[in-house]
């Protein structure tokens, strides 16, 4: 299934709001930081076929899509955000892409827990405040396997 409710409600204290709108406003982002960082993945992150990789604060799945381009399909992609609002359709996206509906301030369902080879955030300073990141720092390290990575890029 490509769209899961994971108690989006719960988050009464989001700093903003999407729309469809948002969709350019989010694929441009990506764009420019994409060409100012120049990789994808971190080159010093070994890629594998079988690597599972949780993409946090998701938006469109413009980076789960693009990292779909270079990897193999046997590869387990998965994007959580706290909103389905800019989530493609399901016929958008490579099968081995999942997305899930979840904040990231909230408890990770049982069936992520330590899981992910590499986990994902990127642009979280913009939907995170000061006393959210400890918590959330959290989540994401609870996702992850013994010895994997979090890649983490705050600029743009």
């Given amino acids: 299934m490509c769209h899961q409710n994971f108690d989006f409600q719960s988050n009464q204290n989001q700093q903003f709001r999407r729309s469809k709108s948002s969709k350019f406003r989010l694929e441009e982002q ?18 594998h076929d079988k690597i599972r990789i ?32 800019t989530f493609p359709s399901r016929a958008a996206i490579p099968a081995n892409i999942t997305l899930y509906e979840h904040n990231l301030l909230d408890a990770v369902p049982e069936e992520f827990i330590g899981k992910d ?40």
């Fill in 30 to 47: 990506y764009r420019a930081w994409r060409m100012n960082i120049g990789y994808i993945l971190h080159p010093n992150i070994e890629m």
């Fill in 54 to 85: 949780a993409d946090v604060g998701k938006g469109t799945a413009i980076w789960l899509r693009d990292l779909s381009e270079i990897l193999s399909q046997t590869c387990q992609l998965h994007g959580f955000d706290i909103s389905d609002t």
């Fill in 117 to 156: 080879d590499v986990v994902n955030a990127r642009l979280m300073i913009v939907a995170l405040s000061f006393n959210q990141w400890e918590p959330a720092v959290r989540t994401l390290i609870t996702l992850l396997r013994k010895n994997s990575k979090i890649q983490v890029n705050q600029t743009c």
